[in-house]
């Protein structure tokens, strides 16, 4: 009996102990099992704190996707946590580069992790990204949050 995949991934749904011991070969073993690159319209890393980001790696090239939420917190939760998380900016922004990449592209909201922007500080690599990203979002005519998008909504 085949099983449709899930367009819908939110490890919210697990128990928050299970969801936060999960690895980066967890995650990329079930997004593999499910050919997220091709399937999966909405990823949510909910409790997700021991996930480094190799584990997105079956994401690449995805046009699929629509939302990738990286703040590892859940619905209605603060964005502050409490201790690091392992998620690291150098190997996740380059799989999210090979998304917004990809020609017919339709990712249309990402929620970064609160931490990599945390005292106003935002890294040059994070930087070019939102930049591209915007970019990305513009070429489909989807606006963001920025001060440039705001101001052409009215």
């Given at each position: 009996m085949n099983v449709?995949?899930?367009?819908?991934?939110?490890f919210g749904d697990l128990e928050k102990d299970l969801a936060m011991r999960l690895t980066d070969q967890?995650?990329?073993?079930v997004l593999n099992c499910i050919d997220a690159k091709h399937n999966l319209k909405k990823l949510k890393l909910t409790n997700c704190r021991g996930i480094i980001g190799h584990g997105l790696a079956p994401l690449r090239q995805s046009v699929v996707i629509e939302q990738i939420d990286l703040s590892l917190v859940?619905?209605?939760?603060?964005?502050?946590?409490?201790?690091?998380t392992l998620l690291s900016e150098s190997v996740t922004l380059p799989i999210l580069q090979s998304i917004v990449d990809m020609e017919g592209s339709v990712l249309k909201q990402l929620v970064f992790?609160?931490?990599?922007?945390?005292?106003?500080?935002?890294?040059?690599?994070l930087?070019?990204?939102?930049?591209?990203?915007?970019q990305h979002l513009d070429a489909q005519r989807f606006c963001c949050?920025?001060?440039?998008?705001m101001d052409g909504a009215s």
């Open positions: 449709p995949a899930p367009d819908l991934l939110d967890d995650l990329g073993s859940g619905k209605f939760e603060s964005p502050i946590l409490e201790g690091d992790p609160q931490s990599w922007s945390a005292a106003d500080t935002i890294s040059q690599p930087r070019q990204f939102i930049e591209s990203y915007e949050a920025s001060e440039r998008c």
